[in-house]
Every structure is written in C-alpha cells, then in structure tokens.
C-alpha cells in the first residue's frame, strides 16, 4: 500500500482544512487507516482511526468534536476534515495503513505502511 497524503497548509485560529490521502492497491478496503501528528520536538501521536467498513472510529481526546475522520473506499482515499483549528494543533500530519489488527490500534508500530506527510500550520 502506498499512501499519498495531502491538504496541508498554513490557516488561522478557529480556521479548518481537509486532509486527503490517497492509497494505491487494492488492499486499501482493508486497511484500518489513522491520522497521526508529530509537532518539533514531540513523539508522533494518533490523531483519529477509522475501521475498514469506516463504521468505527477513534479520536484523541485534543480533538474531539472538532476533527472528523472518514473514508472513500471506492476512491481508496482517507480524509481528516479539522475544523475550529488550534496552534497547538501544529504539526507534521501522516496518514497509516494497518492490514493486519481487527480493532483501531492507537500506538504507530502497529502500522506497517505511512504516507509522507503533511504540514499544518496555525497561527494565532
């Protein structure tokens, strides 16, 4: 699976943007798939997962009832649609294929394959 993520850029506090990422194969329906971040001098940390059929998902607390996750499967793309938009929210944002766990896992070595990465950036 390759991952392809885009959508990054620099918004204003309280702004939003649209992550994208596109995967290539035919294995993207199952994958469950996730959004982490890492920010300057920060480990990298889970954002949102959403489950193959796209009926389950998880968020960090940091972003509840303001990032939405949610997938295309016929399109074999991911997206993180982040509204209401933080400076600590800051940071390089990947995308992550895992083929092989049944639940949304939350720590990274769990996914086998990542995207390149994206740069949100939010000023106050």
């Known amino acids: 699976v390759q991952l392809q993520a885009s959508g990054g850029g620099l918004v204003q506090a309280g702004g939003s943007l649209r992550l994208s990422c596109a995967a290539s194969?035919?294995?993207?329906?199952?994958?469950?798939m996730a959004w982490f971040r890492q920010a300057p001098g920060k480990e990298r940390e889970i954002v949102a997962g959403i489950k193959r059929s796209g009926g389950s998902t998880y968020y960090v607390d940091s972003v509840k009832g303001r990032f939405t996750i949610s997938r295309d499967n016929a399109k074999n793309t991911v997206y993180l649609q982040m509204n209401s938009l933080k400076p600590e929210d800051t940071a390089v944002y990947y995308c992550?294929?895992?083929?092989?766990?049944?639940?949304?896992?939350?720590?990274?070595?769990?996914?086998?394959?990542w995207g390149q990465g994206t740069l949100v950036t939010v000023s106050s």
């Open positions: 194969g035919r294995t993207f329906s199952s994958c469950n």
């Open positions: 992550a294929a895992d083929l092989s766990s049944n639940w949304i896992a939350i720590i990274a070595r769990y996914y086998a394959y």
